[in-house]
């Protein structure tokens, strides 16, 4: 076995073989974390700005492809205000309901910990420098979907 051959059977550190490799690289050479449900507050509860990325299946949602090369793009052009996580496919679901995030791909922006807003979806340049600096300039706010549900206390037997 040549070196060359070697390299390509050898996995890189802390990749995770069932995701594709453009969202390896957001790890490998952008200096994101791999967030799992049970290590999500070590990894995105640091203090300052963290976009958690949960992409989805790239089968039904290929978009996330795009968003994981152009996620590295969006921390350059501000200056590196915000840290990269990356949601385990394994956790995605749970991550997703935590944050609210009913769309893939979403990018579910925390500040010290605490949940700021969601960009879901790919979207044009423009509309994406507008998003993130909206989303980096708003204060910490309620997860949506989160609270008590509404019950009445009056039974209805029929629709209207």
């Known amino acids: 076995m040549t070196t060359e051959t070697a390299m390509l059977e050898t996995p ?10 453009l969202m ?6 952008f200096g994101a974390a791999w967030v799992k449900d049970e290590q ?3 990894c995105i509860s640091k203090t300052g700005d ?5 992409a989805g299946d790239p089968v039904r949602f290929p978009e996330c492809l795009d968003v994981a090369v ?5 921390q350059r052009h501000f200056s590196s205000r915000f ?3 990356v949601a385990e496919r ?6 997703a309901k935590r944050y609210g995030a009913t769309r893939r791909p979403a990018l579910v922006f925390l500040r010290d ?3 700021v807003t969601t960009v879901a979806g790919m979207l044009d340049w423009d509309d994406y420098l507008r998003e993130v600096a909206q989303a980096l300039a708003m204060p910490p706010s309620r997860v949506p979907g989160i609270g008590i549900p509404l019950v009445s206390s009056i039974a209805v037997s029929a629709c209207h």
Do not use: K, M, W
């Open 40 to 42: 999500q507050n070590a």
């Open 83 to 85: 840290r990269i996580a």
């Open 90 to 95: 394994d956790s995605e679901d749970g991550l």
């Open 12 to 21: 890189a550190p802390h990749t995770l073989p069932s995701t594709p490799a």
């Open 50 to 54: 963290c976009v958690l990325f949960i």
């Open 70 to 74: 152009v996620l590295p793009e969006l």
């Open 113 to 115: 910990g605490q949940y």
């Open 24 to 29: 390896q690289r957001l790890v490998s050479e």
